[in-house]
C-alpha cells in the first residue's frame, strides 16, 4: 500500500526541547517538502529537497532543520530555536520529472507545553 | 508576485446548491493549478488540477474554470453535499515552486 506516512499523529513537547518528526515514502519519489499550516491559514514551506543529501530552505526555515539520507525518509526537526512551534506540520512528496502534483501525509501536531 | 488570492474565506451552501471559489495569481510562469481538499486533522489531498492551455476541465461534481488572461482560476461544487465540508485550497507552480492559497471553508447544510 502505497503512501506518505507521518510519526506521532500527535506529539506535544516542553519548552526548550527539540523533537524530531518522522515521514516515510514508500512512493519512490526523489521531492520532499515540510509544511506548517496554522489554524485558518494556509500552507508555509519550511524546507524541501529534490535528491538524497541536498535540501534547500523555504519561507519560514528558522528554527528547523532537516535531513534526507535517504530517498524515502525527510525528518524533520523542531529545535527550541522554533519561538512558536505548536502547528500543525505536513510532509509532502513529489515525482518532478512525472508531475507537479504534490502528495501529503496525514500530518502531526505538535503542541509545546 | 508568489502570492495565490483565494476568496471567499469561508463559504456555507445549501445540499444540492454550487458552491464556488475564486483564486488569483501574479506570476505568469505558474504553469499548473490543483485544487486540494482537506477534512479537519487529515493531509490535504488532490481534487482536481487544470494547466494554462485549456479554459476548463470537469471531474464528476468538481470543475475548474481558468481564466488565463485575467490570471484567475475557480473550483466549482455541483450539487453539493454535506460531506463535501472541509477546507479547500488552490494552489499554483512552476517546477517545484508551490505556492497555497490561504484556504477556503467549506460548510454544506443538510
Known amino acids: 500500500d502505497g503512501g506518505i506516512t507521518q510519526s506521532p499523529k500527535y506529539l506535544f513537547r516542553k519548552e526548550g526541547q527539540n523533537v524530531t518528526l518522522s515521514c516515510e515514502q514508500n512512493?519512490?519519489?526523489?521531492?520532499m517538502y515540510w509544511y506548517r499550516q496554522d489554524p485558518g491559514q494556509g500552507l508555509r514551506l519550511i524546507y524541501y529537497s529534490q535528491i538524497v543529501n541536498d535540501f534547500q530552505k523555504g519561507d519560514i526555515a528558522e528554527g528547523y532543520s532537516v535531513s534526507r539520507e535517504k530517498k524515502e525518509s525527510f525528518p524533520l526537526t523542531v529545535t527550541s530555536a522554533q519561538k512558536n512551534p505548536t502547528a500543525f506540520y505536513l510532509c509532502?512528496?513529489?515525482?518532478?520529472?512525472?508531475?507537479?502534483?504534490?502528495?501529503f501525509g496525514p500530518g502531526t501536531r505538535l503542541t509545546v507545553l | 508576485q508568489q502570492q495565490v488570492k483565494q476568496s471567499p474565506q469561508s463559504l456555507i451552501v445549501q445540499k444540492g446548491g454550487i458552491s464556488i471559489i475564486n483564486c488569483a495569481y501574479e506570476n505568469t510562469a505558474f504553469d499548473y493549478f490543483p485544487w486540494y481538499q482537506q477534512f479537519p486533522g487529515k493531509g490535504p489531498a488532490l481534487l482536481i488540477a487544470i494547466r494554462p492551455d485549456v479554459s476548463e476541465k470537469k471531474e464528476g461534481r468538481f470543475t475548474i474554470s481558468f481564466n488565463k488572461s485575467a490570471k484567475q482560476f475557480s473550483l466549482h461544487i455541483m450539487d453539493s453535499q454535506p460531506g463535501d465540508s472541509a477546507t479547500y485550497f488552490c494552489?499554483?507552480?512552476?517546477?517545484?515552486?508551490?505556492?497555497f492559497g490561504p484556504g477556503t471553508r467549506l460548510s454544506v447544510l443538510p
Open positions: 494552489a499554483a507552480s512552476y517546477g517545484q515552486n508551490f505556492v
Open positions: 512512493l519512490n519519489h526523489d521531492a
Open positions: 509532502a512528496s513529489s515525482m518532478p520529472r512525472y508531475t507537479d502534483t504534490q502528495y
